[in-house]
C-alpha cells in the first residue's frame, strides 16, 4: 500500500469532522487501518477528536473496530481527549461508545484541569454529566482516605458520639 501524503491526512481528517463515511472508508481502502490512526493536525487532534467533537455516530463505529485502544487517550495539544470535545458538544451516544468502551476516559484531566464529567457540568449538559456518573468505574481503592460510613452527632455540650451507619 502507498503511504499517505500530508494532504491525504488533511483530506481524512476532515472527513471525519464533517462526517462524510464514504471517504474514510476509502482512506481506509487506499492506505489501510494502521495509517488512519497515525493523522494528526496541527494541533494534535486525531480522526477521534474530528468524529466525536462533531457526533458522527456512523464513522466512529466504523473507525472503533481497527483502532488500537490508545488512540482513545491520546490527548491533543491542549490534553483533551476525544471524550473531553464529545461531553463539550454535548453528544451523548458518541459518549457512550467511548466510555463504554474505556470507562477510565472519564477520569482524564485536561490542561484546564477538566475532566470530560467537568466538561459536560460546565456546559450544564445535565443528561451526559448522569450518564457518566453512572458509568464510573469506582474501585474499593479509588475511596478517599478518610473518607467513612461514620455519622458524627454532637450533643447540646458539643461532645460528640460517633456511629456507623448501614
Known sequence: MAAPTNDDFEDL??????????????????FGPEAVASA????????????CANGHEDVLTFLL???????????????????????TNKHLGVVQKLAGAQPSLIDVKNAAGRTPLGEAELAEWDSGA????????IGENDLKEGVTDEVVEEDQEGHSDATIKH
Open 130 to 137: 448522569q450518564w457518566m456518573v453512572g458509568a464510573m468505574v
Open 65 to 87: 473496530p481497527f483502532l488500537p485502544p490508545s488512540l482513545l487517550a491520546t490527548s491533543n495539544n491542549s490534553k483533551s481527549t476525544a471524550l473531553h470535545w464529545a461531553a
Open 13 to 30: 481528517l476532515l472527513s471525519c469532522r464533517y462526517g462524510d463515511l464514504d471517504d474514510v472508508r476509502a482512506f481506509v481502502d487506499k
Open 40 to 51: 494528526r493536525d496541527e494541533n494534535g487532534n486525531t480522526v477521534l477528536h474530528m468524529t
